[in-house]
């Protein structure tokens, strides 16, 4: 048992309550959770909830939604995983762990992300919680593959995009991962593992032709795929000329085989994998 007050100085009720939430694993838990255990009311399940937190057994994250607190942390307020209380913020909804918090969570990044991103079918509007901006990007539901089940802590799953989608998406929507810098050196750290051919198979299952433009360009700089697979990507582009980069100014010089304004160089790209 991992919590801030003995069991024995707690209420039946609240022990009863506590050790049930452990043995579910439930470290983080609604309001409805605590009614499910206990047969409680409404009323009488949030007054009994806010006497765990007053004790320092659980926190609030937010409205009906609270974690319990393990001793060894010395804190009255109480965070957890991150990526857990995203994966909690949509039980029961469609989610992934995207873009940079992707980056992070497959050891992608060398920069702290500061906001937590959960791509999700339909819009919603950015949630706070204990100074954390947990921000949510819609995404089409043709676009939810390349998800993966993968443990954040060692007790608990969340849902995250594989490798190669990470790459994807952050190409897709650099603005979500610090920019395509980012994005670039999170593949070259990773290019061990990564699928050259799947990052492939997902830009042409996705049909957005930046992703294809700009896979492509990162790809040819690092000398990681060959002319055939160089050549699938090229298949299909238009005329039409997007930024590699489009937080980036728009200038640089166009390069025709990826149909690409170069807001950001070749030796730019290079440069951040060399430090």
């Known amino acids: 048992m991992t919590h801030s007050a003995p069991l024995k100085t707690l209420g039946a009720q609240s022990a009863r309550l506590v050790t049930e939430l452990h043995e579910r694993r439930r470290m983080i838990f609604r309001l409805d959770d605590v009614r499910e255990i206990t047969g409680l009311s409404r009323n009488s399940a949030r007054s009994l909830t806010h006497k765990l937190v007053a004790r ?3 926190d609030r994250l937010r409205s009906g939604l609270y974690i319990l607190a393990p001793s060894e942390t010395g804190e009255h307020h109480y965070f957890g995983d991150p990526f857990v209380v995203a994966r909690e913020l949509m039980r029961g909804e469609d989610y992934y762990i995207s873009h940079g ?4 969570f497959h050891n992608m990044t060398t920069q702290p992300q500061l906001v937590i991103t959960v791509s999700i079918p339909h819009p919603r509007r950015a949630i706070w919680i204990s100074g954390v901006e947990f921000r949510f990007v819609r995404c089409p539901r043709e676009h ?3 998800i993966v089940e993968d443990w954040s802590t060692a007790e608990e799953k969340v849902r995250v995009s594989d490798l ?3 790459v994807v998406d952050g190409l897709k929507q650099p603005q979500h991962c610090g920019g395509l810098t980012e994005v670039a050196k999170g593949l070259w750290m990773r290019r061990d593992d990564i699928s050259v051919d799947r990052l492939i198979q997902y830009a042409q299952r996705l049909g957005v032709g930046a992703v294809a433009r700009r896979l492509g360009y990162v790809l040819e700089t690092y000398e990681m795929a060959s002319e055939t697979d160089l050549a699938r990507l090229r298949a299909g582009l238009t005329e039409t000329y997007v930024l590699v980069d489009p937080i980036r100014p728009r200038e640089g010089r166009r390069l025709h085989r990826w149909r690409l304004v170069l807001n ?7 440069a951040v994998v060399s430090t």
Do not use: D, H, Q
């Not at 918090?101 to 992070?104: F, H, I, N, R, T």
């Not at 950001?264 to 290079?270: A, D, G, I, R, T």
């Open 56 to 58: 320092g057994v659980a």
């Open 101 to 104: 918090s992707a980056l992070e």
């Open 144 to 146: 939810f593959f390349g």
């Open 164 to 166: 190669e989608k990470t």
């Open 264 to 270: 950001v160089e070749p030796e730019e790209l290079v």
